[in-house]
């Protein structure tokens, strides 16, 4: 069999031209490439700016005006917030289809980082504004840009791992770490501003965050990731080639001006705007788009046998995902709102930000990511690793146990009518299952996607990965704002439906461990 790894790097050196090695063969980063070193920052400082302005827009949303805030409901604060996040992980399917066809990975990722730089400070100088416009037009280039970066920086983590197996897996694990490291400080940092000193402070500091990241990529990634995702997928015949490319630019054309177009009507007030409908509308919408794209894709995207059984695999992981987001992803809706009501936030006599509740998960993560990294590759050597249904199988359990311990101090909270604030400890210690649910889940998925996707579709499939988290982003949009002061009761019934739905999907998916594992067998047979 022909070799498919793309051909080294090739540098010149006055007249003379030598083959550099190329990105995958470096192992100067505790073992993995010095690629990974640049991805890991890169994300770093996007998931600093994304979660350290993500916990503070329900808080925003929802407060007084004479707080500075925008005086929403609840429920329509939350459902916003679903809804910018699932736009979020939305936008990476088209931003995967404008790398694969267009830009290629590597322009991909920095046209998103400059989109959501600038993002950032449309909504940093929204301060200055008596309009809410650049708040909502940050919002959504906030959300192109990271349709762009977000999915195709994952696929080049995937490209410096041709070989795949054991070690791609702790190379997306210590991926993690980075996404997790921002995550921590931008919710701190962020946070602490915003809510203590002004919404405005919190917001521009996330801004400065991205900038950083962006310089980052910019500076590094041309000596750290050769020629690695600077060509977009290409048809064999140049004239098609052409023409894909041309049909590809226009695409993109007629989108941006519908989109630029809708937000100009929303903004005139000719078109009414309900967070709730909208957010209700597109889970339905996304259900649906999801179910054709597969099916577009299986009956009608040239799969041979073998990637069919794979892409049926992606399938079922994406449905599960979803299932795990829609409980995960409450943190910045009813987890945060609980921790800003309910939770005793006072260390050593200063009072922490409710969102800075939100770095406990990160804190998690990055502490125990190396463990769950070092856990898949001893299994792997050991012939005995756990296959990725397994694995999401045991993450849904983690996060329902993680719920599960919520139940106790929301009952409490009914009984005494919210009279007395419960320990943090509660938080805590949900959000530490929930942590080890994300690590036997979101690293293992990203891994699954790049390496059971076919390689021409390999942008379009991480950009399937990020919609199950859409879709769980705006179910747990709907959802999130049942915690209110005003009705305790519907906080112990929103954790316990939660926990019900999360042990049911998780016998569900490990029923079907071995049929999955016997039908990916026969698939590697055939391939």
Request: hydrophobic share 55%; with cysteine; aromatic share 12%.
């Amino acid at each position: 069999m022909a070799s498919t790894l793309p051909p080294p790097a090739t540098v010149d050196i006055g007249t003379t031209t030598v083959d550099a090695p190329p990105p995958w063969a470096d192992r100067s980063f505790f073992g993995h490439p010095r690629g990974l070193a640049t991805l890991f920052l890169t994300e770093l400082w996007e998931r600093f700016s994304y979660y350290g302005l993500r916990p503070l827009l329900v808080l925003f949303m929802s407060a007084a005006l004479a707080q500075g805030g925008f005086g929403f409901t609840r429920p329509q604060a939350s459902a916003v917030v679903g809804i910018y996040a699932a736009s979020v992980y939305l936008a990476s399917l088209p931003g995967g289809w404008i790398a694969d066809r267009l830009l290629g990975l590597r322009r991909a990722v920095l046209y998103g980082a400059v989109l959501i730089t600038l993002g950032h400070l449309s909504i940093g100088l929204s301060g200055f504004a008596v309009s809410k416009l650049p708040f909502f037009l940050g919002l959504v280039l906030i959300v192109l840009g990271t349709g762009l970066l977000k999915s195709n920086a994952s696929a080049m983590v995937g490209e410096l791992y041709p070989e795949g197996g054991a070690r791609r897996d702790a190379g997306f694990s210590v991926f993690y770490m980075g996404i997790n490291s921002g995550a921590i400080v931008g919710q701190i940092v962020a946070g602490q501003l915003g809510e203590q000193v002004g919404w405005h402070w919190g917001f521009g500091i996330a801004g400065f965050g991205m900038l950083a990241g962006l310089i980052t990529y910019a500076v590094r990634a041309p000596r750290t990731l050769g020629t690695l995702g600077t060509v977009p997928s290409q048809h064999p015949d140049p004239a098609i080639d052409a023409a894909r490319r041309t049909t590809a630019a226009r695409a993109v054309g007629v989108a941006v001006l519908a989109l630029v177009a809708v937000f100009a009507l929303a903004a005139a007030g000719f078109v009414s705007v309900d967070p709730q409908v909208i957010a209700r509308s597109m889970t339905f919408v996304l259900g649906g788009t999801t179910i054709a794209y597969f099916a577009y894709i299986f009956t009608a995207g040239g799969l041979t046998t073998a990637e069919r059984a794979r892409v049926v695999v992606i399938f079922l992981l994406f449905i599960f995902a979803a299932v795990f987001w829609a409980a995960f992803e409450q943190a910045p809706t009813s987890l945060n709102l609980f921790a800003k009501d309910f939770t005793e936030r006072h260390i050593l006599g200063v009072e922490v930000s409710a969102s800075a509740f939100q770095s406990i998960n990160s804190v998690f993560v990055v502490a125990f990511a190396p463990v769950f990294a070092a856990l898949w590759e001893r299994l792997g050597r050991a012939g005995r690793d756990i296959s990725a249904p397994a694995k999401f199988s045991l993450a849904l359990v983690l996060a329902a146990i993680g719920f599960g311990i919520m139940l106790v101090p929301a009952r409490a909270l009914v009984a005494t009518r919210g009279a007395l604030k419960v320990s943090a400890w509660w938080l805590t210690v949900s959000y530490l299952f929930q942590s080890w649910g994300e690590l036997c889940l979101s690293p293992v998925g990203l891994s699954s996607m790049t390496q059971l996707a076919p390689r021409r579709y390999v942008g379009q499939m991480m950009g399937i990965w990020f919609l199950a988290l859409s879709v769980g982003n705006l179910i747990a949009g709907l959802v999130g704002g049942s915690v209110d002061p005003e009705k305790l009761a519907q906080t112990p019934a929103l954790f316990l439906w939660t926990t019900v739905a999360l042990l049911i999907a998780a016998v569900a998916l490990a029923v079907l461990v071995v049929p999955v594992r016997r039908m990916l067998a026969a698939s590697t047979a055939t391939a």
